[in-house]
């Protein structure tokens, strides 16, 4: 329906609908357009956390980067579910992509168990040398590159 406030298409992407014809400066739509991108991505996530849905994690990720392709956490999701279900070079290749534009410590520990699965010594000591510069307050990046140098210690 349309006139007297209605609103003329129902569903969940409304808002997003009524913005797409916002005039506002490219800047601010580009802004609010990240901010339902990072929402999208989020529902994504607790969709994972509760359903283990691959193909609505999927849905709504792919939603989140329709609305911005420079959605980080999209792509954080996205690896998540790859890696959960067993497709590592998917899960490697989404989570480059997501650390191409934000840096995510637990993306890098993510990617050097992997490697480490992989037997690939040298990506796994760079994932984590990364995710401890990337985060040198976190005490489990630190752990976790202590566990691989004693690994590399033994004969």
Known sequence: RSGGGALERSGPRIEVWRLRGYSGSAMATQTVLGTFAQAY????IDRWQQE?????VHELSQVALDLDPRCAEAYYVR??????AGD??????????QLE???????????SLIYMNRGD?????SALESAVLAAPWL???RRRLRLFERRQSVP
């Open 52 to 56: 283990k849905s691959r193909d609505r």
């Open 101 to 111: 534009l934000a840096e995510n410590p637990a993306a890098l520990m993510n990617t």
């Open 88 to 97: 590592l070079d998917g899960a490697i290749a989404e989570y480059e992509k």
């Open 41 to 44: 991505a989020r529902g994504a």
């Open 139 to 141: 005490e489990e990046p």
């Open 79 to 84: 690896a998540i579910e790859r890696h959960m």
């Open 121 to 125: 010594v040298e990506n796994e000591r």
